[in-house]
């Protein structure tokens, strides 16, 4: 979602979902993994990893969230920043 226009803190958000707290962890780590090693970009805070039903990556001009379905649906942040123009992106096959 591109949030520029709503907020200060950020750019974009990114919303994904693993079925499992196992599988939410195994994302958050692959996407630090492939943005450190192959743009050279860190994390600035990552926080949830010890539950693993939300995590979030701040990487500040842009925030991944990857949820549990549960969690997803509980938080609902499609719902709240509704007003963001979003992509939809298919998962990698």
């Known amino acids: 979602m591109d949030v520029r226009e709503l907020v200060t803190y950020t750019d974009y958000l990114v919303v994904c979902s693993g079925q499992t707290p196992r599988q939410v962890a ?20 990552v926080d949830g990893e010890a539950q693993a039903d939300w995590v979030l990556i701040d ?34 096959s």
């Open 26 to 45: 195994a994302i958050a780590d692959e996407v630090r993994f492939t943005l450190k090693n192959e743009h050279g970009v860190i994390a600035h805070r």
């Open 59 to 92: 990487l500040l001009d842009l925030v991944v969230h990857v949820f549990t379905p549960e969690a997803r649906e509980f938080y609902r942040l499609e719902r709240v920043w509704h007003d963001a123009p979003r992509e939809e992106v298919a998962a990698a």
